[in-house]
């Protein structure tokens, strides 16, 4: 559904899985269409639906919950990252904890989730992010990185953003012979859809 072109969102009893995308818009700005995803998403949660927020869906997730979100304190992140998942690993979280302790993934943002709901789980993290995974209750999760890219979308990224890279003092050629492809966003898809 595309909220943001007047979509309509199902009733949340209605639907078996929920994937909430990333967007070039910012959480922070509280357009209505993200404000009325974000109500949305509350019961569709309080049901036990299952929910994956990816990027700016994993931002609006948690402010849906009673987080904050904002630009990053420390900038930027873009390319392949690694996450630490240990947190997730130990639990044995049903989506995260068959991935590596320290996974390998694409990630693009600005903005980040500042101040975590009271109600939710950090399980990842790295050095530009301390909220790169989060789980709210048995079936909702929220990923800071873009498990549906690979290297080639991730390059593509890099490549129409380099002027704004340059801008922001970042070397895009450098940043470019960095990214690497990795199986574990696509793992990570597959768990969910398992799941749901």
Not at 52 to 62: K, M, N, R
Not at 80 to 86: E, I, K, Q, Y
Not at 100 to 125: D, M, N, W, Y
């Amino acid at each position: 559904v595309n909220v943001r072109e007047g979509g309509v969102l199902p009733e949340p009893e209605s639907v078996r899985g929920v994937v909430v995308t990333g967007s070039t818009a910012f959480v922070s700005e509280r357009e209505s269409w993200s404000t009325q995803t974000e109500d949305w998403l509350r019961p569709v949660v309080a049901a036990g639906v299952p929910v994956l927020g990816i990027c700016y869906g994993h931002q609006l997730l948690a402010q849906a919950l009673g987080g904050r979100v904002g630009p990053n304190p420390r900038g930027r992140e873009m390319g392949t990252v690694r996450v630490d998942l240990g947190e997730a690993v130990r639990a044995r979280d049903p989506l995260l904890g068959r991935l590596p302790k320290i996974a390998s993934v694409q990630a693009t943002h600005v903005e980040s989730v500042l101040c975590v709901p009271e109600a939710a789980t950090r399980l990842g993290f790295n050095a530009a992010d301390d909220n790169h995974a989060l789980r709210y209750g048995p079936r909702a999760w929220g990923v800071q990185f873009h498990p549906e890219f690979d290297a080639d979308v991730m390059r593509v990224y890099l490549e129409q953003r380099s002027d704004v890279l340059r801008s922001e003092g970042f070397d895009p050629a450098r940043m470019a012979r960095t990214i690497r492809d990795s199986s574990e966003g696509s793992a990570l898809l597959r768990r969910f859809g398992e799941i749901v």
